[in-house]
């Protein structure tokens, strides 16, 4: 029988859509197991700094539909120092915080694994992230929401790039993983998309532009994934320059990305994740990530789904190659 009574939870990293949806079952599934659930706000520096408030079922009422956290999040610079994660556990201790429960991406799972480890603490994590780039679950919390959401706004793009026959450099984030912009182009319908996992032994813009698409088509649009040297603006300099005649036009969606209600799937994936993450508690687990696979929730060790690079499937590039001619 696990000895746990307080759980602790926190946001951190970038926020994504579906934070508040987990927080929500975090809270909801402890209480409702005999747990005193603690919100520790934005994120490792709030814990740091004895942000801490105990939470009821109420407060975490009406937030399952809203973006953003309402636990508010930070990239913590202190936690990452062995001063910052001494404090942080003292707060623990303080607080009478038995376990902690971390909902974010690679980063943030990376302190929960460092600080599980170091002081032998039971963590939880929870996979939140636009990005997906976490292995060991299918989806990331956040992650559809924002492929709507790009989605919705390279729609919009597609009439005024057909209107004026341009081609557009549509930019979307993604850090260094293209799921996001490999994803959305096939959704969009897009004519390429280039993705940081074929940047290093083909240049992308040339192979897009041997396929002459440019001749038979009104509009193109380029979904880039960022980065920081060749983004959507580099791309599209080089078309200027190697084409001249063509009219050439970039838009970078930026934060807009991040923001709005989570989609449905997003929800259902926090609500099942947050759940899960109680019961690893109450079945003594510790440093794994609560992962969703193949309809079902599964545990990931720190060790595994921060060790291993998600497998990117180039199989999607022949998918978007052949449906784009
Ligand atoms: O990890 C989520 C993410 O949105 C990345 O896609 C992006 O590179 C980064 O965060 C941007 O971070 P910030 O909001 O700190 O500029």
């Not at 508040?20 to 934005?42: D, L, M, P, Q």
């Not at 009478?96 to 170091?118: C, K, P, Q, R």
């Not at 929800?267 to 794994?288: D, L, T």
């Amino acid at each position: 029988m696990s000895k746990i009574k307080t759980i602790g939870v926190l946001t951190s990293g970038g926020d994504a859509p579906g934070m508040n949806a987990a927080i929500r079952a975090v809270t909801r599934s402890g209480i409702c197991n005999g747990f005193t659930v603690k919100g520790i706000y934005r994120g490792y520096e709030g814990l740091i700094n004895g942000e801490v408030k105990t939470f009821t079922t109420e407060d975490v009422s009406g937030i399952i539909t809203r973006g953003g956290t309402i636990l508010k999040t930070a990239r913590s610079k202190d936690f990452m120092t062995p001063e910052g994660k001494k404090k942080a556990f003292e707060v623990c201790k303080k607080e009478e915080i038995d376990a902690l429960i971390v909902i974010g991406g690679n980063g943030s799972l990376t302190g929960a694994w460092e600080f599980g480890t170091e002081y032998d603490f039971p963590v939880i994590g929870i996979p939140c992230t636009i990005d997906n780039d976490l292995y060991g679950t299918d989806s990331t919390i956040g992650y559809d929401t924002t492929m709507n959401t790009i989605m919705e706004c390279v729609d919009r793009i597609r009439d005024t790039a057909n209107s004026h026959e341009r081609i557009f450099f549509v930019e979307v984030m993604g850090r260094d993983a293209g799921f996001l912009a490999q994803n959305c182009a096939i959704a969009c319908g897009a004519e390429a998309a280039i993705v940081p996992e074929e940047t290093t032994d083909v240049d992308q813009l040339a192979e897009f532009m041997a396929r002459g698409i440019r001749k038979s088509k009104k509009s193109c649009i380029v979904i880039v994934s960022e980065s920081p040297k060749c983004g959507a603006l580099y791309y599209a300099d080089r078309v200027k320059k190697e084409f001249p005649n063509f009219d050439v036009r970039v838009s970078i969606l930026g934060h807009l990305q991040r923001g709005g209600s989570p989609s449905a799937m997003d929800r259902v994936f926090a609500s099942c994740m947050g759940v899960g993450a109680i019961r690893a508690i109450m079945q003594g687990q510790r440093n794994v990530m609560v992962g969703y696979r193949n309809d079902d929730v599964v545990y990931v060790p720190f060790s595994e789904c921060i060790r291993t690079d998600k497998r990117f499937d180039k199989r999607l590039i022949t998918v978007l190659n052949e449906l784009s001619i």
